[in-house]
């Protein structure tokens, strides 16, 4: 069986996986693209003939589809070599492929089927093949090399990014907590204790691997802390209503991606309204979709779209299209004196069993 490591490694590897179903339909239509520009350039419009260019399509398809089955099998071993020696050897895969499908497309016509049997390599067509071959297949990995290198730096800014989200404990919260803390140690030492665990909790989480999945059991513990110190804090000001018993919380979700919605709900919503209000969590499945809802009711002269708060819209918004593809992000809403931010992103469905 593979492993997560092993897996992750792979997917570096800068020639794409082409074993699934739309690589190879992205393959054959290349092919068919590739063998109707060749047929066009070799008799033009005019003299555009259907048995050849079937001809052709026929021998470029086996080509692409020959080189993709073997760079496809290869693929898991050829990301533990050396880039240039992978690269080099996918190269010369791709060209012999090429040069047999060619020798062996010239027998099938002038062999197999002559009644004498009798039958020789064109060289010069042969040359052809394995130039035009060679020119390709040069640019194609060039491509993939990039693109790889391109999501390798998009990655990099990704987990930065993440990274600055996960370290990013405002210092008046560890202020105001350690006060609470303390101040309860002479009247209440049970509240005390748990408040110590609480914000132990949060710091656990802060250090955690940055691409680290936890199940939305974790995360909705992790947001029930974080409610409870700010409850110590802020009082009858402060009420939580959570809305999330309709989902199972085996469901995974990355880490500390939900607590920074509550963290904005509360400090940029109930903390400044003098009556405080009610902050709302709630999850919904729907048809292979998870949505994560946090509501909070908005003062007279809100300013939640500056600051720490866009900040850590924008890096939960990155790092769910990263994980999940881009039918997942963050969509915000003002909508009668109430903001919602909504966390949403497809579920396998081998995670809800």
């Not at 589809?65 to 533990?80: E, G, Q, T, V, Y």
């Not at 791709?94 to 062999?111: D, H, P």
């Not at 297949?137 to 993939?144: E, N, S, V």
């Not at 006060?179 to 309860?184: H, K, T």
């Amino acid at each position: 069986m593979t492993t997560n490591a092993e897996s992750r490694h792979s997917e570096e590897f800068f020639v794409p996986d082409l074993c699934n179903a739309q690589a190879v339909l992205f393959l054959v239509l290349v092919a068919e693209l590739l063998a109707i520009v060749l047929e066009l350039a070799a008799t033009g419009l005019r003299e555009f003939s259907w048995q050849s260019f079937a001809l052709t399509s026929l021998f470029i398809q086996w080509a692409f589809l020959m080189s993709a089955a073997l760079l496809c099998s290869l693929r898991s071993r050829l990301a533990d070599w050396p880039m240039p020696w992978a690269a080099g050897l996918c190269y010369s895969l791709i060209v012999v492929v090429v040069a047999t499908t060619s020798v062996a497309g010239q027998w099938l016509l002038q062999g197999a089927f002559s009644q004498s049997g009798n039958w020789s390599v064109n060289v010069l067509q042969l040359a052809t093949h394995v130039l035009i071959c060679a020119v390709l297949a040069g640019i194609a990995l060039r491509y993939f090399y990039l693109t790889q290198q391109l999501r390798e730096k998009q990655r990099t800014e990704l987990q930065a990014r993440i990274q600055a989200l996960q370290s990013r404990i405002r210092p008046h919260f560890l202020f105001n907590s350690m006060n609470i803390i303390a101040s309860l140690i002479a009247v209440d030492q049970e509240a005390a204790e748990m408040a110590v665990e609480d914000l132990a909790g949060l710091f656990r989480a802060s250090l955690a691997d940055t691409e680290t999945e936890v199940t939305l059991a974790d995360e909705l513990e992790l947001c029930r802390r974080y409610a409870r110190i700010e409850k110590l804090r802020m009082g009858d000001r402060l009420k939580m209503t959570w809305r999330v018993d309709s989902v199972p919380k085996n469901l995974p979700i990355p880490s500390l991606s939900l607590q920074p919605l509550l963290e904005n709900a509360i400090y940029h919503g109930i903390q400044q309204l003098p009556q405080g209000g009610e902050v709302v969590v709630e999850a919904k499945l729907n048809q292979g979709m998870l949505t994560l809802t946090v509501s909070n009711p908005l003062p007279a002269a809100a300013q939640t779209e500056e600051g720490g708060n866009r900040l850590a819209q924008d890096n939960i918004h990155h790092r769910l299209q990263a994980l999940y593809g881009q039918k997942a992000g963050l969509r915000t809403l003002v909508e009668n004196n109430e903001y919602r931010a909504h966390i949403f992103y497809p579920i396998d469905n081998g995670a809800n069993q």
